[in-house]
């Protein structure tokens, strides 16, 4: 079936330095990518997404890329704060109707 | 502005007792609405979903059920809770005509 793997597991940096994350998924027809950030005990919230249509986008400190052909998306994070600690997790769009979400990635930013 | 609400926060349930999530949404129109499962630090399990009153789609065969008795109303039951129930209960919808999903504050379940 449909999936999307996601890597690292856990990923430390210290503060000021970049965090990348990656993602793979498996059906073709995907066209949306989101990417969201869940704080311990909340919500996941969106941070931001990408379309098939376009390789990068950009918001500030955060930047997504996609691989169409290779079907591999990123996501990027500069300059790294304290308060980007949280568990990020990557989704695509399937069947139009639903997304399926990677396995999440754990970021520790050390002051 | 739209907003999702589920309730309640918390729940502690005996194994074997029933069980009722209910999550409504306002600002909104015909919505796509779903339900997801998160296991302590896991990741996000996609339960059932609706395109519309009376409609819904089930992911993962299981002891729970859901149903959508209004347009902006999606409702998590179960007859008897397992212990392998216990989670983080998530509501989310999305504007039929875009494709971001947004979640609702999650229901705590643990079920003993």
């Known amino acids: 079936g449909e999936n999307v793997e996601q890597h690292p597991s856990t990923l430390s940096v210290q503060e000021g330095d970049s965090a990348v994350i990656k993602c793979t998924y498996s059906d073709s027809a995907s066209n949306y990518f989101p990417w969201y950030k869940q704080e311990l005990g909340k919500r996941p919230q969106l941070i931001i997404d990408?379309?098939?249509?376009?390789g990068e986008k950009k918001d500030q400190r955060i930047a997504v890329t996609l691989n169409k052909t290779a079907k591999h998306f990123s996501l990027h994070i500069t300059e790294t704060q304290p308060e980007d600690s949280a568990v990020y997790f990557c989704?695509?769009?399937?069947?139009?109707?639903?997304?399926?979400f990677g396995t999440g990635t754990r970021l520790q930013v050390f002051p | 502005s739209q907003t999702i609400h589920q309730w309640p926060a918390t729940l502690v349930q005996p194994v074997g007792s029933p069980l009722s999530l209910e999550c409504t949404v306002e600002?909104?129109?015909?919505?796509?609405l779903y339900w997801y499962r998160q296991a302590a630090g896991r990741g996000l399990q996609l339960l059932f979903y609706s395109v519309g009153i009376g409609q819904i789609s089930s992911e993962v065969p299981q002891n729970l059920s859901a149903s959508r008795p209004q347009d902006r109303q999606f409702i998590l039951s179960s007859k008897k809770l397992l212990l392998s129930d216990s989670g983080f209960y998530l509501c989310?919808?999305?504007?039929?005509?875009?494709?971001?999903?947004?979640f609702g504050p999650g229901t705590r379940l643990l079920v003993l």
């Open positions: 989310a919808w999305r504007d039929r005509g875009l494709e971001t999903q947004y």
């Open positions: 989704a695509a769009v399937i069947n139009t109707d639903k997304l399926i």
């Open positions: 600002g909104t129109s015909n919505p796509n």
């Open positions: 990408i379309r098939s249509n376009v």
